[in-house]
């Protein structure tokens, strides 16, 4: 008993230097932030963390204040809209008796699998056509597109623990189908609702590519857009090809609001995924 | 359902069928496009940028399968047993899967980058000779990627394999345990084969995921050196704003998602006729 306790505390502290190790980047990047230009590649030079210069130069950028607003009003409406409309989806598709269910569960199938860039060049004139280009909602919609297949399924997946016989009661009592949907059969998605806001948010906050691509014109920043222009941007304060330090903090800065949604919500978000893996 | 339909509608179907229809074009994005039939097609498969990106793309794809795979499912039999902190464990591995790719890429240059700080420390151990320079020598860049895409992937993988552990019936395990199954004739016979559903799962994100890849060649290594780490996804970018060849992006586009399709559906085929029923 006694040597399987011994290997067991062994095993445990094996587990937490390996992960450990697979925190380190993360640790870089902190450590990097705190530092200045010069010792940004020196691992053993102290950081110095009463400096905030290099969180000075973040805040100075013009675009910084707005990027941030901007991207959390994106995940904000997205979500809704995504909520909103996947929830009805899932709902009709899982009660459905046709077979149209799977002809739709295909459609979602391939909206998941195609790459945003082969379409890229359309949406592209779609934009240009709509005068929509570099806006907020047209990325929304972009994001939309990409992601409802995926959340209805999440939402038929859940549709199916709930008893038909609520609905017909409802529909016994003199309830629509509206009113049953919005007062008895949405709140009992809940669960769904919550998996979907904790999983999609980091797909939002984290893009680049949309913003890359639709928000080209660099009017409307978002955050992982201003952290790639950031480059040059500090680039042609100090001269240098690129200001690491700078750089690390904006990174951080980022990564703040998504990491503590994440330690936050982190027992729902895991759950939530392995739920849509087992029931999608 | 009037909504989503509407949005894949007009956001999926419409925009596939337009990509279909203007990869057989010359249009360069502006003026009227003309029909060039499979003239695109055909250049594209002569194009070595093109083949090269394929190579580049199977390199990662096939590595991730191979690589991630064990060592998630490794990680979840670990996770999944009785060690102690294992919440906080699962949170630590998780962490990469949630950060932003630009992110991560630039923690990993200031690594890795040739005056950076992974050199630093094996010249200050005194056991590297001479610096490796990780992003920018044709032999090692790959790898280097591969590295983080496994670093980056392993956590997520994990979680899909601990939820098909944790749907495993315990009274399979005591069936084993009276027949005197152990170790490693219970992992072959019991836990494998009904841990398949998740196998399938995982590798098909794997897949899909790996083939796609753009942010972090992106702006890690700009497809460089030369074009090893160049991926279709970075092309078709490239094609579209570069060149201003719109039609020939949308081949590739409409190329690139055949060939996801093709090995989706093999991969399926293949991992679903090992599943089991419980």
């Keep these: 008993m006694k040597v399987q306790a011994g290997s067991r505390i062994l095993g445990t502290g094996l587990m937490f230097f390996v992960a450990l190790l697979f925190t380190v980047p993360f640790i870089v990047l902190i450590l990097s932030s705190f530092k200045d230009e010069d010792h940004i590649f020196d691992p053993f030079y102290p950081p110095d963390f009463t400096n905030f210069e290099n969180y000075k130069m973040v805040f100075a950028s013009p675009t910084f204040v707005p990027a941030f607003l901007n991207t959390i009003m994106i995940c904000a409406i997205t979500l809704i809209i995504a909520i909103i409309v996947s929830s009805m989806a899932g709902y009709v598709v899982s009660r459905s008796k046709e077979r149209i269910f799977k002809w739709m569960y295909i459609v979602f199938v391939f909206a998941l699998i195609i790459p945003a860039q082969t379409n890229m060049v359309v949406f592209y004139k779609m934009g240009t056509s709509l005068g929509m280009m570099n806006t907020i909602p047209f990325l929304i919609l972009i994001y939309l597109s990409g992601n409802v297949a995926y959340t209805s399924m999440i939402y038929a997946g859940f549709t199916k623990s709930i008893p038909r016989q609520l609905e017909e009661a409802a529909a016994i009592d003199g309830c629509g189908k509206i009113r049953t949907f919005v007062s008895i059969i949405f709140p009992l998605l809940m669960p769904a609702t919550a998996t979907v806001f904790v999983v999609e948010i980091f797909w939002y906050w984290n893009d680049f590519q949309g913003p890359l691509i639709y928000l080209s014109n660099g009017d409307v920043p978002t955050l992982m857009l201003e952290i790639y222009n950031f480059k040059s941007y500090v680039g042609t304060l100090s001269y240098s090809v690129t200001s690491w330090a700078p750089v690390s903090a904006i990174c951080v800065v980022a990564t703040i609001p998504i990491l503590l949604f994440f330690l936050f919500t982190q027992k729902y978000l895991l759950k939530g995924l392995a739920m849509g893996a087992i029931k999608g | ?278």
Excluded: C
Aim: hydrophobic share 50%; charged share 10%; net charge neutral.
């Design chain 2, 1 to 278: 359902m009037v909504p989503v339909l509407l949005i894949i509608a007009a956001f999926v179907v419409y925009p596939f069928l337009s990509s279909v229809y203007y990869s057989f074009t010359d249009w360069n994005g502006i003026s009227k496009p003309n029909f060039v039939g499979l003239l695109n097609y055909k250049n594209l498969l002569k194009d070595i940028s093109f083949v090269h990106s394929l190579r580049n793309i199977l390199f990662f794809t096939v590595g991730a399968i191979v690589l991630i795979n064990p060592l998630s499912l490794i990680l979840a039999l670990i996770l999944n047993s009785k060690i102690k902190g294992r919440s906080a464990l699962r949170t630590l591995f998780y962490l990469p899967s949630v950060i932003s790719m630009i992110v991560i890429s630039n923690i990993w240059v200031i690594i890795l980058a040739g005056d950076g700080l992974l050199n630093k420390v094996v010249d200050l151990l005194g056991v590297g000779g001479q610096e490796i320079n990780w992003l920018g020598d044709y032999d090692k860049t790959p790898w280097a990627l591969l590295f983080i895409i496994l670093w980056q992937g392993v956590g997520n993988s994990a979680i899909f394999y601990i939820a098909g552990l944790q749907s495993i019936p315990q009274d399979l395990y005591e069936a084993a345990d009276i027949d005197g199954a152990v170790g490693w004739t219970r992992f072959t016979r019991i836990t494998f084969p009904l841990l398949m559903p998740a196998v399938t799962i995982v590798t098909f994100f794997q897949i899909s995921g790996t083939l796609k890849l753009f942010d972090l060649p992106l702006i890690m290594t700009k497809g460089g050196p030369g074009d090893v780490t160049l991926t279709p996804t970075m092309l078709i970018y490239n094609q579209a704003f570069q060149y201003n060849a719109a039609g020939y992006a949308t081949t590739t586009g409409v190329f690139l998602l055949l060939i996801i399709f093709v090995i989706s559906a093999l991969q399926l085929r293949l991992t679903r006729s090992k599943e089991v029923e419980m």
